[in-house]
């Protein structure tokens, strides 16, 4: 075990795995309190239009990802937004629009769409150090913003027009926290995949649902339960020798199912 991790590739992979376990629950509390679920699932379709792109025009695999991701979520936000960020009808249309698009695209390019599809599932041993630097930055981001306007959060959280009331840039708060959502959806990719982003996503937010009792213990819990389950998914597929990805996602519902919930 130690021999691996001395290799390039796998120390890479687990100090990316490492830091997105601990950072991207962060923003699954925001997807689950925004209640962007829907915005989510948009994303994850664009991911298979992101693919396409890079396959039929030959681009950089990660960097189209981004482009990709963050040019749904402006579509999103510019066609349907409403009073209370209810942005599910926009986030359908786009979510049909984009698998339509890459299937046209891998169609008229004679890309098969099986190569479009392998690309959703991610590996931490491919990740380079351009994109390891990506997801340490991403990750610091995360912290900074959570720590540095926790109590304007917390406002959107409890009650918008209040939030409103007290703060005129709430607005711009929701579109940066859905565009942090966006370039999360997309660097998960390279490391758990499309299909699996959930593992680190959401599942350790609901993990600590179970035992927060304040937003602020929210937060705390899920950053917590995602650095575990990375860490211990990530090893558990080195001595296995099984894929990250599913290791990552077992030890994810295996952490839901063991941890008790919270007595009132």
């Not at 599932?121 to 900074?144: D, N, R, V, Y």
Request: aromatic share 10%; proline share 5%; hydrophobic share 60%.
């Amino acid at each position: 075990m130690i021999e691996l991790l001395l290799l390039p590739p796998i120390l890479r992979g687990l100090v990316a795995i490492l830091a997105a376990g601990a950072s991207f629950p962060l923003s699954g509390v925001m997807v689950l309190r925004l209640n962007l679920l829907p915005i989510r699932y948009t994303l994850m379709h664009g991911l298979i239009l992101g693919g396409a792109l890079s396959l039929v025009f030959s681009l950089p695999v990660l960097p189209t990802y981004v482009i990709a991701s963050l040019a749904i979520v402006f579509l999103v936000l510019l066609i349907g937004r409403g009073r209370n960020l209810n942005l599910g009808i926009s986030s359908s249309v786009l979510m049909v629009l984009a698998v339509a698009v890459a299937s046209l695209l891998t169609s008229l390019s004679d890309v098969p769409s099986k190569d479009t599809l392998d690309m959703l599932w991610g590996s931490p041993f491919t990740i380079g150090k351009a994109e390891l630097t990506a997801f340490l930055l991403l990750s610091a981001c995360l912290f900074i913003y959570v720590v540095s306007f926790f109590r304007t959060i917390s406002l959107i959280f409890f009650d918008r027009d209040v939030a409103l009331s007290i703060n005129r840039h709430i607005k711009l708060h929701e579109d940066v926290m859905v565009m942090l959502l966006a370039l999360t959806v997309a660097l998960s990719m390279r490391f758990v995949g499309a299909l699996l982003i959930d593992a680190l996503l959401i599942i350790p937010v609901i993990c600590a649902y179970k035992v927060a009792r304040s937003l602020k213990t929210l937060f705390i819990y899920s950053s917590l339960f995602g650095f575990l389950i990375a860490f211990l998914g990530y090893f558990a597929s080195l001595y296995f020798d099984v894929p990250p990805s599913g290791a990552i996602a077992i030890t994810s519902g295996v952490f839901y199912i063991l941890i008790p919930k919270r007595k009132n």
